[in-house]
């Protein structure tokens, strides 16, 4: 090789690494465009200064004017505050007692009790007006605590009641009386289990079925099987999609270690399809249809209330068109595309969300209801996908185990599940399912409006959350009042509402009545007192501003791990 050449080499390497530096720039900044503006959106970011918050709390003498209230208004809010802190404490004592004597040996009753609220109000909260979370027996559309109070289950079991408990003690019980004579028998199978698997493979339109223990676990299933026929690495979810608490689908806050395979993208955009169509190492999209109601955000709960900042919309025309194109995007480019119906599956329509939005996945979980009230998680998948072995490389295989899978006993109560989703009976729920539900939504806000009250409802079918309407610092009191007035939530509060589909318009209408009278009794103790200059933003500020000055002059201040 001569000099000339040689020079020529050179250049022509140096060009061709300046070439891939730049379409590697590219790349990075089409991911950080394809990100959300929001924390959530930007999970590393999010996690370091969770790390880095103080924590500090008002203390009574400013519990009750946080917001710049007048001694006069902090007077009756302190009445009020006062008279519930009585109410729970006659009305519910052993179901208090209880909850507390369980906090101290039950981590999750801690972790529960400290986040029904924002941080800052938490502690005084506790003090005074306690969880009451233990009840003894479910009736209709009502719970029963330990002291026979009876309150309308706005909690839906996380999701699992879809048709009513009592629907749920029969499963449970007719399927625990058919395998009654084979036990909790594992590694070997009821007959049941190919009913069950044929049912829903019927039901999803896909070809293959797998079970296991927990939505979470079938999340997990199903991401490994789409490494594992891709060879690609990442997992594509949105931003604040919930799929279960496994490392790589919670890349934010709750997770101590970065889920480095996660990319975490806008919701509805077209950057997000961008990078789907440019990036190599995407095995599969995960889709949570349930955020459609609440979009690029996590699910909403009270203890993150600052202010009146919680949005919700629900499109369902506009959602679909949207997972149209993300269908398209992934056919193209070889990606998994996964819709994870742990929550939405059953409850939007029989056939789920690929029947309800019109769009079919490649793989689909389902969990919570299906196993018929006990606990589940399952995949169904197009047969090359769901296969975990390879006839050419028999060393090369995908596995999935689980002590407890398929056990005879979750099998047998969805079997009675399954069964009775043909039944007339159960038909007649989904008939004009939406229809009812935003009728409900839509009289209750009328109602709301028509009696000035600063709170909307807005839903999802039977998934329902509570927006607040002007800005206000106290919003989170209101799930005390709704305890109060006989219905229950579960501990992430108004944020999420769950009917059961069993819910008469009788029923309807008496936890409108209550809804209407909670929020008017929090209305007269003055908890929604306004400043006039008050907006989200300048809450936001604020509360931004205390927290940095406790960062910096905090005494206690520890940022270690
Ligand atoms: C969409 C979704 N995926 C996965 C899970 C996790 O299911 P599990 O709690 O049964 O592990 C949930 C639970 O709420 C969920 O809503």
């Known amino acids: 090789m001569n000099w000339g050449s040689a020079t020529l080499g050179y250049y022509g390497v140096g060009a061709a690494a300046v070439a891939t530096s730049i379409a590697t720039l590219r790349k990075r900044l089409e991911l950080s465009r394809a990100k959300h503006r929001s924390l959530t959106g930007h999970a590393r970011i999010a996690r370091r200064l969770a790390r880095l918050l103080p924590f500090y709390e008002y203390g009574e003498e400013r519990f009750f004017c946080t917001d710049g209230a007048p001694a006069e208004i902090a007077d009756r809010r302190r009445h009020g505050f ?91 019980e007719s399927g625990a009386a058919r395998v009654r004579m084979l036990g909790p028998v594992l590694g070997s199978y009821h007959p049941m289990i190919v009913e069950n698997a044929k049912a829903l493979q019927e039901i999803s339109g896909l070809d293959e079925v797998s079970f296991h223990m927990s939505g979470t676990e079938a999340v997990m299933q199903a991401v490994r099987l789409a490494r594992y026929h891709t060879g690609r690495s990442h997992v594509v979810c949105f931003c604040g999609a919930y799929h279960g608490w496994w490392g790589d689908v919670q890349p934010g806050v709750g997770n101590p270690v970065p889920a480095r395979e996660t990319y975490t993208l806008t919701d509805m955009s077209e950057g997000a399809l961008r990078v789907l169509r440019r990036r190599r190492n995407i095995a599969c999209v995960l889709v949570n249809p349930l955020q459609a109601l609440h979009l690029n955000t996590a699910a909403p709960s009270d203890s993150s209330l600052i202010d009146s900042g919680r949005t919700a919309h629900f499109d369902k025309a506009r959602y679909s068109e949207w997972l149209k194109k993300l269908r398209a995007v992934c056919t193209e480019r070889n990606i998994v595309l996964i819709f994870d119906e742990v929550f939405v599956g059953f409850r939007l329509a029989k056939g789920g969300a690929q029947d309800y939005f019109g769009v079919k996945a490649d793989l689909v979980t389902y969990g919570k209801t299906l196993g018929g009230g006990l606990p589940i998680g399952a995949v169904c998948g197009r047969g090359d996908l769901m296969k975990r072995y390879r006839d050419e490389r028999p060393a090369d295989i995908c596995l999935a185990r689980g002590t407890f899978n398929s056990h005879p006993y979750v099998m047998a109560a969805m079997n009675a599940f399954l069964h009775r989703l043909k039944t007339p009976e159960i038909d007649a729920l989904y008939r ?31 998934i329902w959350t509570v927006c607040y309407t002007q800005p206000s610092r106290y919003n989170w009191m209101l799930q005390y009042y709704l305890r109060a007035e006989g219905l229950m939530l579960s501990w992430i509060g108004t944020g999420r509402l769950i009917f059961s589909l069993n819910y008469t318009d009788a029923d309807f209408g008496v936890v409108a009545d209550r809804f209407i009278a909670a929020a008017k009794a929090m209305q007269q103790d003055g908890w929604w007192w306004r400043d006039p200059a008050a907006t989200n933003k300048s809450i936001k500020r604020a509360v931004l501003k205390e927290v940095i000055a406790h960062f910096l002059f905090s005494p206690r201040r520890s940022t270690k791990r």
């Open 432 to 462: 004009g399912l939406d229809q009812i539900w935003n009728e409900r939504s839509s009289a209750l806000n009328t109602r709301l409006a028509d009696e000035n009250l600063p709170i909307r409802v807005v839903n999802l079918s039977s």
């Open 82 to 172: 006062e008279r519930l802190s009585k109410l729970y404490r006659t009305g519910f004592p052993e179901t208090i007692r209880c909850t507390a004597e369980a906090a101290r040996v039950l981590s999750d009753f801690q972790f529960t009790a400290a986040y029904r609220v924002p941080f800052q109000y938490s502690r005084f909260v506790r003090a005074h007006l306690p969880s009451a979370s233990f009840v003894q027996s479910s009736n209709g559309v009502t719970l029963t605590d330990l002291d026979g109070n009876r309150s309308y289950d706005l909690t839906g079991s996380y999701g699992v009641n879809l048709f009513g408990y009592d629907f749920y003690k029969e499963t449970i």
